[in-house]
């Protein structure tokens, strides 16, 4: 896996110490090239991430993640200040979610954003200087920051996973997806947040505060409960669950027995438990209990309200299909210019790539006799997440050159 995958992340900024510096005087806002009541734009689902193409001053494409967790247009891969010719930088200070201490980036101004035939200009990004999250590594693609708040905040947006197209309407609009129920959000430090009621090791939590997380590969991550970390079942694994702007974020994965989110009801739910509550003190967030990422959105087509404080449901086809997670044990990364090598940067203990002998810095150069270069990162994620005792046959290359292949049978651990 790819377990970094599923928990990629989590970019969260401490708003108290930028929200100055973001304002600015100016409407951090999109709009409607024309006149037009409805707009669709395509996105890629990678990784179930969603990455879409944004031009910046009139340069671009760029992918960028579509995340509702994160409240600033935050620009991870620093050579685009280069690029872009982005002058007059502000320094400053972020704190993140995980384990490091506080990092340096810039502020740029003015800035014009383009996704679709929606514009925004006068905007405030944040610009990291140094590529830590490395999202272009995890994700097999360029990718070259994230947009949540600014965005969502200016338009009715319907996300159809299935089809990976999102419409855009205006506010004023009275559209109301067919066949969907409303269940409201409140909007905290530019974050929707949703109520929901979870079942773990047979109790019951009513009223938790989670955050609705497009950027999130996870389908639930659980945090913390009456101020202590939720403690992970006893059939769960450890794990990297991911990286965050501070680094390492370390915890579990296991199952719970059910959440509930309005009239919906999901069973046996993968969630991830980070350990979270040192780094929840150290940082000052909004009291929260944890989020619900895209494995759980996907299951309906999703439309988000923030003039009326909703978020509308409509059960997808998908919307019954088992939660798996990933069964290999493998953590893989790509790297540039191409994206097209495939290493492994971290191997589970006791799972079924330790079995199988795999090695971090090992490079997979087939999958059942197929080249990993046809071969997408999110294919690869399906392929290992598909079925417990289903058996793949890698050939491999090692750091000093010796070729094997391997064979690798899927266990599920949770």
Not at 64 to 80: A, H, Q, Y
């Amino acid at each position: 896996m790819p377990i970094l995958f599923r928990y990629i992340r989590k970019v969260l900024i401490s708003l108290a110490a930028v929200s100055t510096i973001i304002s600015g005087g100016f409407s951090q806002s999109f709009q409607f090239e024309d006149n037009r009541k409805r707009h669709t734009i395509g996105f890629r689902l990678v990784k179930n991430l969603i990455v879409v193409p944004i031009t910046i001053n009139g340069k671009g494409p760029f992918n960028f993640l579509l995340d509702t967790g994160i409240g600033v247009c935050l620009i991870t891969n620093p050579s685009l200040i280069d690029s872009l010719h982005l002058s007059g930088l502000r320094q400053m200070k972020i704190t993140g979610f995980g384990q490091g201490n506080e990092l340096s980036a810039s502020v740029a101004s003015g800035v014009t954003l383009r996704l679709g035939k929606t514009v925004a200009h006068s905007m405030n990004v944040i610009i990291l200087n140094e590529d830590l999250l490395e999202l272009s590594e995890t994700l097999g693609m360029p990718v070259h920051g994230l947009i949540g708040y600014d965005f969502f905040n200016s338009f009715m947006v319907e996300i159809r996973y299935s089809a990976q197209r999102i419409t855009l309407r205006p506010f004023l609009s009275r559209y109301i997806p067919e066949k969907s129920t409303a269940v409201p959000i409140s909007i905290e430090d530019k974050k929707p947040y949703i109520e929901s009621t979870v079942e773990l090791d047979g109790k019951i939590y009513k009223a938790l505060k989670m955050i609705v997380d497009t950027g999130a590969g996870h389908a639930v991550s659980l945090e913390s409960y009456d101020e202590k970390s939720f403690i992970a079942p006893d059939k769960s694994i450890e794990a990297n669950l991911g990286v965050g702007l501070l680094g390492p974020i370390h915890g579990h994965i296991g199952r719970i027995q059910s959440i509930s989110i309005g009239s919906h009801l999901f069973q046996n739910v993968v969630s991830s438990f980070p350990e979270f509550q040192e780094v929840l003190k150290r940082s000052g967030f909004p009291d929260r209990h944890g989020n619900l990422g895209n494995p759980i959105l996907k299951r309906f087509r999703v439309m988000f309200d923030y003039s009326r404080r909703k978020v509308y449901l409509r059960p997808a086809p998908n919307y019954k299909e088992p939660f798996e997670h990933d069964m290999s044990g493998l953590e893989l990364v790509t790297r540039a210019p191409d994206f097209k090598r495939i290493l492994v940067n971290r191997v589970e203990i006791n799972s079924a790539a330790d079995s199988a002998g795999l090695q971090v810095s090992d490079e997979i150069l087939s999958i059942n006799f197929r080249p990993v270069r046809e071969i997408n990162m999110e294919e690869i994620n399906s392929m290992f997440s598909s079925r417990a005792g289903r058996t793949f046959i890698l050939y491999v290359i090692n750091s000093k050159g010796d070729r094997r292949f391997v064979m690798l049978k899927l266990k599920r651990r949770i």
